[in-house]
């Protein structure tokens, strides 16, 4: 049965998920609290899952000197068959300094699905769709030889 309660802990999640982006704190399982093992993280830049999910997320902040992201109307669905499943959906406005103090700033939407765990609701897939940008994007390095894009 779908409850404020698991309504108040997805809007957490997805609020301490950006605090936690901003913070760079990326110690060892920093994502456990956030994301299943088999997450997929889905960008314009690629996607990953797991391990290199959460790599591709450290290695993309690692590339300005500050980040701050904003996530507000957060609108969730909750499956009422106690399946553990839910869906969610939030804007953001992402700004990102890059180390000569320029801004690059994205606004636009995310997208997610979450499992109910024994620890608390995890995302088990988050996509991020820009609207629009300003600034220049960050220099993205050369994809290595033989690696494809999942």
Do not use: C, Y
Request: aromatic share 8%.
């Amino acid at each position: 049965m779908t409850t404020h309660t698991d309504d108040l802990a997805v809007h957490t999640l997805v609020h301490r998920f950006f605090r936690a982006l901003d913070l760079r704190d990326f110690s060892p399982g920093w994502t456990d609290g956030f994301l299943t093992p088999d997450a997929r993280m889905e960008a314009p830049v690629g996607t990953a899952e797991g391990a290199a999910a959460v790599r591709s997320t450290e290695e993309a902040l690692l590339r300005f000197s500050k980040t701050q992201h904003i996530a507000t109307g957060i609108l969730t669905d909750i499956d009422a068959t106690d399946t553990g499943r839910a869906t969610a959906s939030w804007n953001a406005l992402m700004t990102h300094i890059h180390p000569d103090n320029t801004l690059f700033t994205v606004g636009g939407h995310f997208s997610a699905d979450l499992r109910s765990t024994d620890a608390g609701w995890r995302f088990t897939r988050m996509a991020v769709h820009p609207v629009w940008t300003q600034g220049e994007p960050p220099v993205l390095p050369a994809p290595e030889p033989g690696r494809r894009e999942q």
